[in-house]
Nanobody, 122 residues
Framework: QVQLVESGGGLVQAGGSLRLSCAAS????????MGWFRQAPGKERAFVGV????????SYADSVKGRFTISRDNAKNTVYLQMNSLRPEDTAVYYC???????????????WGQGTQVTVSS
């Protein structure tokens, strides 16, 4: 069982930056690939990016590629989402998720955090 808690969301102006954190409980954090997803009002939860168990590889949605960076610290049981050059269309609730594989689909993840709101004003 893994419990995930996101933090770091907030209100930011377009062009600004935020860093989200996702803290995991348990001793098996390094056994999981960690994904980030987001859900805007009225839309389905969408893939943002994923990082491998070791942190050696990452993959991103085209919409955030070059602006967002995922990293992890397995010693701290924490994964991060650095978001730069934010746009109003990045406004959403952001979720971290743990899964056995580096999936692009939300169904491939076993554990989810409660989400943190990110609002980007124009």
């Amino acid at each position: 069982q893994v419990q995930l808690v996101e933090s770091g969301g907030g209100l930011v102006q377009a062009g600004g930056s935020l860093r989200l954190s996702c803290a995991a409980s348990g001793r098996t954090f390094s056994s999981y690939a960690m994904g980030w997803f987001r859900q805007a009002p009225g839309k389905e939860r969408a893939f943002v990016g994923v990082i491998s168990r070791s942190g050696g590889s990452t993959s991103y949605a085209d919409s955030v590629k070059g602006r967002f960076t995922i990293s992890r610290d397995n010693a701290k049981n924490t994964v991060y989402l650095q978001m730069n050059s934010l746009r109003p269309e990045d406004t959403a609730v952001y979720y971290c998720a743990a899964g056995r594989y580096e999936g692009l689909w939300r169904g491939e993840y076993d554990y989810w955090g409660q989400g943190t709101q990110v609002t980007v004003s124009s």
